[in-house]
């Protein structure tokens, strides 16, 4: 976990975030945070992240704005709901980090293993590239275990979604194929 040491510059902070993100998520009030800890105590993945549930928390209520969007904190989570099922004031932090991937995207902080894989499921319709002899060694070990086949991907249908959705603007491949099409 890397040290929060750094000095943020007053003019950088984003004041009026808190409160835009809290009427985002309708009495899902990140303003009754305590920073009690209880959801970075129990989190199962806080060990890897830059920035703790709890310090995610406080620095949204800080307006760090940029610091939340940017950390590999929002990525790493599982969504296991842990930290919102423990949360003594119910402060819905599952929800917050969704909205906040959300936010992320749309300003262009969504990790390269991301695209990566949104890019697959774009041109592929799978995360993992499955074509070929690959496709084919998948469905022999589904039938050995019982399995149907994997049908092949609606692939039109899923790049429709991701288009409409408005996910293709975080792709290198989305742009140009939406383009092309």
């Known amino acids: ?17 808190r409160h835009e993100l ?7 009030s990140l303003l009754n945070c305590i920073q009690c800890g209880v959801c970075s105590s129990g989190c199962t993945v806080s060990e890897w992240m830059d920035l703790q549930p709890h310090l995610v928390v406080s620095s949204l209520l800080l307006g760090m ?31 917050l980090l969704t909205l906040l ?7 262009g902080h969504a ?16 995360a993992l590239p499955l074509h070929g002899s690959m496709f084919k060694s998948v469905n022999r ?6 399995l149907p086949e994997l049908a092949p991907a609606d692939v039109e249908s899923i790049r429709s979604i991701i ?18 099409e």
């Open 1 to 17: 976990m890397e040290n929060s040491q750094e000095l943020i510059n007053v003019n950088d902070l984003q004041l009026d975030f």
């Open 22 to 28: 809290s009427a985002m998520i309708n009495g899902k």
């Open 65 to 95: 704005k940029e610091r939340i969007l940017s950390s590999r904190a929002i990525w790493m989570c599982s969504i296991c709901h842990r930290c919102t099922e423990r949360c003594p004031k119910s402060v819905d932090y599952s929800f």
């Open 101 to 107: 991937r959300n936010l992320a995207i749309e300003e």
């Open 111 to 126: 990790p390269p293993e991301y695209t990566a894989d949104l890019e697959n499921v774009f041109s592929a319709g799978f």
């Open 141 to 146: 070990r589904r039938e050995r275990n019982g």
């Open 163 to 180: 288009q409409v959705t408005g996910l293709d603007r975080c792709m290198n491949k989305g742009d140009e194929q939406s383009n092309v």
